[in-house]
């Protein structure tokens, strides 16, 4: 289908750094410009899960992951305009540093990456707590290591106080010529909870509306919101294909997919969710921790990542939720797991007291937390012909996790042969048994146009 120029106005909020305020200030401002009556869709860059699920509350509409290593590029600008339609404004958070990506000798995966794929105006925060004048510095360093970068102006955090705040703004605006849109003192009294993958996802209870409108209000308050649409307006008009159909299989009317959602398990893309639907998919989702069983007329089951190990005696203690998914393995339904999926379908999951409690049983050994984190994007080949891939085909994936399996078979037919730079050699993962593809490794189905209709066919196979 032929590409046709688009008026989405835009913004990236970029940081120097990990750390840096970037999750916090684009949260705010994304929903001070909601009250102000604006339509804002929000992205994230990279594969992160947590992030997005602050952004979605403040938005009002769910946000986006944009994963240029992933996800071939022409894609993402496609999957970002088909998101993005209908909505007022696009604010995008980086990931990291501003030019950090998936190596140090290019910009793959990284924030610029994005922001000149799409267009983008960027403004970086800068974190000014331990600098006066040498800001400047900092700012004309990151102006000029990459010319073609649209960088449009920036944000200052953590100042002492309102002369600091303005003589740090002076020294970048008179070292770069880019305005500073706004300062944040360093005492705000918003602190995000975190812990071992990040953040706390808004899935888990908390107070998080509260969170969101005091980040508004400090946003509000302290950035010139009216300078900031003014630059999303500049950006040019984006060019990009519409994503294409998938084709739907035959009697995927009937593919019911079943997606766990609840505290435990929130780590789903929503643009997998889009994908599964357009090639014929029902999405229904349901929760391991309190449902008893898996919905009526399944006809394949997604569980998802998430943090099964803060929930696992709850989980031990739903023994109907375990004995249907035993069922629906038993039945031949397709199951694929993720990361904490996985770790549910093995025969115990040992929490961060060291206690073990029993799972579904599917996948032999036990899950176990760790203290050393497993994370990076993946090279995934398929060991075999699966839910998703056939064998020897490749797709790029991404970990991110604090636990391991142990006990695996060394027998067990591994899911895929994994790798993380080129010239390392390939590693067995996860396995893969009939209908049953699991393993630590996340997939963003828009990294190859086939996967949501096999996963639907696959479902619609079963249910026939």
Known sequence: MQATPARIPRLLIAGTHSGVGKTTLTAGLIAALCRVGLAVQPFKVGPDYIDPSYHTLAAGRV?????????PPERVTALFGHAASGADLAVIEGVMGLYDGFGYRNEAGS?????????????????????????GAVALGYQQFD?????AGFLVNRVAGESHGQGVAAAIEQATGLPVLGWIPRETG??????????????EPGKWRAFIEAAADLVARQVDLVRLQALADQAPPLISAPLAPAPVPQGAYRSRIAVARDEAFSFTYA????????????IVFFSPLHDEALPPHTAGVILSGGFPELYAAQLAANEGMRESLRQAHADGL?????????MVLTEAVVDLDGRTHPM???LPG?????????MGYRVAQAACDSLLLRQGETVRTHEFHYSAWEGRPPDLPPAYYLRAIEGQEPQPEGACIGNLLASYAHVHLAARPELAPRFVAACAQAAL
């Open 63 to 71: 946000c986006r992951n944009l994963d240029t290593w992933m996800i």
């Open 271 to 282: 643009d997998n969710l889009d994908l599964l639907r357009a090639a014929g998919g029902e």
């Open 111 to 135: 924030t610029a990456e994005v922001a000149k794929l799409l267009g983008a105006p960027v403004v970086l925060i800068l974190d000014a707590g331990c600098m006066a004048r040498s800001a």
């Open 360 to 362: 579904v049983g599917l």
């Open 366 to 374: 036990r899950c176990i937390m760790t203290p050393r984190l497993t």
């Open 147 to 151: 010319p073609q970068l649209p960088l």
């Open 334 to 342: 397709p199951i694929y797991a993720e990361c904490g999926g996985l």
């Open 190 to 203: 918003l602190v995000v909870p975190e812990r071992h993958l990040g953040l706390v996802p808004t899935a």
